[in-house]
């Protein structure tokens, strides 16, 4: 059974920094691309980073030169390190990856992310 499994979510007051993990298991189910997306109350999931299978990265424009997504292939792991956050950066951030194999998206559970004021 795929699972995808967030962890690192947590308070920090604006102008620290989290880094976000998430780990894919399953027998055969290996990451070739992954996105990180959030979602705040009362609005819309939205992609915040993703990573392609060359390691091409994007980033939506409010957390560029803040935030890096990155893998580490051996351990079929996705990371999204988040610096100078902001209160507008809360939300609850779901990791979604596509296998390489079957091309089919699975989502995690999300970790919640809150910035203080």
């Known amino acids: 059974q795929v699972q995808l499994v967030e962890s690192g979510g947590g308070l920090v007051q604006a102008g620290g920094s989290l880094r976000l993990s998430c780990a894919a298991s399953g027998s055969t189910f290996i990451i070739d691309s992954a996105g990180w997306y959030r979602q705040a109350p009362g609005k819309q999931r939205e992609l915040v980073a993703s990573?392609?299978?060359?390691?091409?990265?994007t980033y939506t424009d409010s957390v560029k030169g803040r935030f890096t997504i990155s893998r580490d292939s051996a351990k079929n792991t996705v990371y999204l390190q988040m610096n100078s956050l902001k209160p507008e950066d809360t939300a609850r951030y779901y990791c979604n990856a596509v296998d390489r194999a079957s091309v089919l998206s699975f989502w995690g559970q999300g970790t919640q992310v809150t910035v203080s004021s």
């Open positions: 990573i392609s299978s060359g390691g091409t990265t």
